[in-house]
């Protein structure tokens, strides 16, 4: 995120991303937490006004060079501030997780304040004065799944310039296939000078390139170039002012997420070997390998604290993970609260009965009690254990323990120490051990040292809409290993400091990197031997690379920058030094930690052992301390299903906060108040001052899962906020009346018929809108097709008779196929799922959410968020009314829209079906092939006989509500059939 705004005469913190003004007060200790709120909406209204006349921004730059996966990203902001007085100007840039900051300045009149990275122990002098004056030592904080925050602020004077320079670098990690680089932008305001340019070389050749925005809009697609040839990519987006402004407004739409995935080619001989600068980086993946069959015991906690949401989600996921098993895959499962069960007395072949089975079981897991995860493990083990000893694993089969939990151990041994000690020995090396962390609560440093002892690693699962997908992006990570006990060999007198060189597992998907550093005599060619374990038999990859030859490929100044390799390798040598401290004993931990430590003061990273000190130019006694956030630290309770909860501060001690659910959990017998359950997808600022519970006032329609805050009624009507977003919170909020009912379709027609003056064709409608009583809401059906080449252009179906999943539409000369559910009750779909052939992708979208699954990898997008997804040969866009379109060239175009009432459900459009083949078939596609319109029928011209493929239908002509366009709808003539 890049933000630079200005104060106003208020004081409002909020912990929202893309609010966050600062505003001084001096507004009575005794202001009640109801009218905090309503100067939090009311600053959110006119922060956009003060940053536009005081601080701006006239020049905003993202220069990222991915060199050989090695990213080297530079953000450049100039200001000016434009008031007759002194303004505060903050910098705001969020960059991923796996980032470090290796370089920040300010420029201010010609003078350079640049940051200074130290020992953290250095910096505690300056960390301590920060803390002491109040001030917010911490310049990096976390803000969500992959992104963290850097923010600094620094007064201007009257029309004083500033330059704000952040450079940060990391390795894009192969994850599913593809490599990501994520870049955030949000400046907040109209930017005379924004661009965004990416450089991407990869000598290996780049095999798949893929650019997909949450701001992104038809109007500034046309911003947006990309050039690509073999080894070379550049992606550029550069908006003009009119492009960049929001329809009807001064307000800028650049806010958001730009991500660019892309693959490289590959062979199978294993990798590729580059060489820049007297440093290389061995690369491997190949191609082309079995998979090699497993032996998985999913260990499910099912504790009281697991209860609602999470335990629903985990049944969703290991469903779909069961369906997704090897035949060859043996399997089992264990589930634990105070005691552990398994399921089967031994592990089972993963065939179709046995997944039923497994399936059925899992359904039925319910949450209560404590938390034995000692005894759960133990079990998992012995499993594996006994079914060695007699001989039941396959040979050269891959042994795997997957543990979710979302708590720490409470009954049985929980002494965590003594636990990961228990564990260790007895897996003794012979089985891999994953552990997911569900949400906040959980002990993360507890959960990665378990993984990293036994072989595997810790991933958190996120409290949100999309945990199921979370869980099952995680299992195909590790769902198709190929090789086991891969070590690298490369000659002694030709290569030295070489980083990690022996791996437990390569999974399809992923890869393996090793860099290391040439020797000054080494031979003219390097070579190097892979060896490694397929399911049964040895295998050794061999590869030679002429110095020379591959440092000629590094010599391009435009597309890199130097010495990048030398830069990767101590990059590299971090992480893993870090990794292992965390399973290291105390002897060793100190010279891991020396070495990590002096690195990254000789390359300048901001790591977790190094701090910067950012001086600014009121004097020594302004520096700030930036430091890089854990992921074990357990800093992030206050967010509820990744979102952040504001806190809204008044004068003294007093404090109001908007929160999820917070009333105690019946079912967390483990710990008794253990914290505030997650809120539901709603929460309601409403009267009844003081009350926190689960239920509601009695005229409230407020799920008991939901949390009714209290307020003045007198003060503030009542508000639903749907936090799906956090600019939604503040969205569509009336100040000066009640909240009303959003305007349904039905209401909203019947109100247009009522005033309807009688004219033409509309003779019917203002005759029923004489009668005393209001006409029947016209109804939109359940689709509506556009017939190309016949003279009724329009025909709307109406399903009457559902039963199970349909076949909507199939083509396959379109390599398409879209089938769905119909709940013939709601007059809804309940979810519609597209089949695409070219590119291999599915589309399956629900009320809720739409998921997009490609190469095994899961991506989830909420309703009217906007998505422009560039895919060869797709294009996937969706606008803020919520039409998401699937378009291809030369294809027909699949629309799925969320419909809000009256039910909930989804509807599809399709347009340009002129496109489809004689081959088109399915319950609408029906409608494509050779369709014979009989004449009017002679007592009442709005009857026609329809048929299609020799059966007839009757067609009638009838008003229908057209919701193609969006909420509410228009009403339009069109035939009508039912099915």
Known sequence: ??????????????????????????????????????????????????????????????????????????????????????????????????????????????????????????????????????????????????????????NVAPSAK????????????????????????????????????????????????????????????????????????????????????SPGQEDTVVNGNFIIRYDVNRTL???????????FVHYFAPEGLPTIPKNVIFVIDKSGSMFGRKIQQTREALIKILDDLNPRDQFNLISFSGEATQWKPSLVAASAENVNQARSYVAGIQAQGGTD?????????????????????PAGSVSLIILLTDGDPTAGETNPTKIQKNVKEAIAGQYSLFCLGFGFDVSYAFLEKLALDNGGLARRIYEDSDSSLQLQDFYQEVANPLLTAVTFEYPSNAVEEVSQDNFRLLFKGSEIVVAGKLQDQSPDVLSAKVRGHLHMQNITFQMESSIAEKEGEFQSPKYIFHSFMERLWAYLTIQQLLEKMISASDAEKQALETRALNLSLQYSFVTPLTSMVVTKPEGKEQSEVAEKPLETENKHKQFQFGLPVSRFRTMGDTRSRITGSSYPDPFLTERGLRGPRPAGPLMKVSSNSGRHGPQGPPHSPLPPHLTYLGVRESLLPEVWLAPSTPDEMFRNVDLRTKARAPDTPSNTMTQRHQEMKPSGSSTGLSQSAKTDSPPAPIQAPSVILTLPGQSVSRLCVDIKHSQGPMNLLSDPDQGVEVTGQYETEKAQFSWIEVTLKNPQLQVRASPEHVVVTRNRRNSAYKWKETLFSVIPSLNMTMDKTGLLLLSSPGKVTIGLLPWDGPGAGLRLLLRDTDRFSSHVGGTLGQFYQDVLWGPPEAADDSRRTLSVQGRDYSATRVLKLDYQEGSPGTEISCWSVEL
């Open 1 to 154: 995120m890049l933000l630079i705004h200005s104060p106003l005469p208020l004081k409002f913190r909020s912990n929202l991303p893309g609010i966050g003004a600062k505003m001084k007060t001096s507004a009575p200790g005794c202001t009640c937490g109801i009218a905090l709120v309503l100067l939090s909406l009311l600053a959110v209204l006119h922060t956009t006004t003060a940053q536009k006349n005081d601080i701006d921004i006239y020049s905003l730059t993202v220069d990222s060079k991915v060199s050989s996966r090695f990213a080297h990203t530079v953000v450049t902001s100039r200001v000016v501030n434009k008031a007759d007085v002194t303004q505060e100007a903050t910098f705001q840039v969020e960059l991923p997780k796996r980032a470090f900051i290796t370089n920040f300045s300010m420029i201010i009149e010609g003078v350079t304040y640049p940051g200074n990275i130290k020992e953290k122990a250095a910096a505690q002098e300056q960390y301590s004065a920060a803390v002491a004056r109040g001030e917010s030592a911490g310049l990096i904080k976390a803000t969500g799944r992959k992104m963290e925050q850097f923010q600094v602020s620094v």
């Open 162 to 245: 500033v330059t704000f320079e952040l450079v940060y670098e990391e390795l894009l990690k192969r994850h599913l296939g593809v490599y990501e680089l994520l870049l955030k932008v949000q400046p907040q305001q109209l930017v005379r000078h924004l661009q965004m340019d990416i450089h991407i070389f990869e000598p290996q050749g780049i095999s798949l390139l893929e650019t997909e925005s949450t701001f992104m809009t038809n109007e500034l697609a046309d911003a947006l170039t990309i050039s690509q040839n073999k080894t070379k990519a550049h992606i550029r987006f550069k908006p003009t002012l009119s492009q960049q402004k």
């Open 269 to 279: 001989s294993g990798g590729s070997i580059q060489i820049e600068n007297g440093y």
């Open 373 to 393: 995860i000692n005894e759960a493990m133990m079990m998992a083990v012995q499993l594996l254990t006994n079914a060695n000893r007699q001989e039941l694993l």
